[in-house]
């Protein structure tokens, strides 16, 4: 079975910044990708920032140029630097891995408890 774990939430004030990170652990083969998704009250779930084990990256418009997705495959840890924040930020994260939990078998999405990021006027 495969963990995600998350940490870096927290509250911030409008123009201030958050590291997120996430770290896999369990029965892990290899990690095809790891990203970010959020969920703000009223809202659907969207996808944030990814980023696959070669290094490649994708982001939201909305997220775009204000934050930094990086990993550390040796850790099975990805980070999601967040700046210049604003109050539409402010949701419950979700980090999201895409994991093959053994040789030739097919990926496996998991999900991390998500972390709740509060952006203040």
């Known amino acids: 079975q495969v963990h995600l774990v998350e940490s870096g939430g927290g509250l911030v004030q409008a123009g201030g910044s958050l590291r997120l990170s996430c770290t896999a652990s369990?029965?892990?083969?290899?990690?095809?990708?790891m990203g970010w998704y959020r969920q703000a009250p009223g809202k659907e779930r969207e996808m944030v920032a990814f980023?696959?084990?070669?290094?490649?990256?994708k982001y939201a418009d909305s997220v775009k140029g204000r934050c930094t997705i990086s990993r550390d495959n040796t850790k099975n840890t990805v980070y999601l630097q967040m700046d210049s924040l604003k109050p539409e930020d402010t949701a419950v994260y979700y980090c999201?891995?895409?994991?093959?939990?053994?040789?030739?078998?097919?990926?496996?999405?998991?999900w991390g408890q998500g972390t709740q990021v509060t952006v203040s006027s």
């Open positions: 999201n891995s895409v994991v093959e939990v053994a040789l030739a078998t097919p990926p496996m999405t998991y």
């Open positions: 369990g029965s892990i083969f290899s990690i095809y990708a």
């Open positions: 980023i696959s084990s070669g290094g490649s990256t």
